[in-house]
Nanobody
Framework: EVQLVESGGGLVQPGGSLRLSCAAS????????MSWVRQAPGKGLEWVSI????????NYADSVKGRFTISRDNAKNTLYLQMNSLKPEDTAVYYC??????????????WGQGTQVTVSS
């Protein structure tokens, strides 16, 4: 059974930092791309970042580029998101998702339960 468990969310002041983790199990983690996706209050899902299976290729939404860094440790079956210079508009539930590409489109087939990030003074 595929399981993705996020942790590391919380309340942080604007300009602060947080590091999210996603522990994966039930599949060969090192064989799949992984993404972070977020959902702000009252809004739809927003893709944040993706990393390939080997960890040597990443991509980011323009809204987080230069502030967030995605990484992975395949030996620990864990995905990370380092978030710096946080803004109130980064407030959202953050999900990790197992990812693949189909016909050039980014797809997600398994999701974690999410972790809340709140950026407020």
């Amino acid at each position: 059974e595929v399981q993705l468990v996020e942790s590391g969310g919380g309340l942080v002041q604007p300009g602060g930092s947080l590091r999210l983790s996603c522990a994966a199990s039930g599949f060969t983690f090192s064989s799949y791309g992984m993404s972070w996706v977020r959902q702000a209050p009252g809004k739809g899902l927003e893709w944040v970042s993706i990393i390939n299976n080997g960890g040597d290729s990443t991509n980011y939404a323009d809204s987080v580029k230069g502030r967030f860094t995605i990484s992975r440790d395949n030996a620990k079956n864990t995905l990370y998101l380092q978030m710096n210079s946080l803004k109130p508009e980064d407030t959202a539930v953050y999900y990790c998702a197992k990812s693949f590409v189909l016909a050039g489109a980014r797809k997600f087939d398994y999701w974690g339960q999410g972790t809340q990030v709140t950026v407020s003074s």
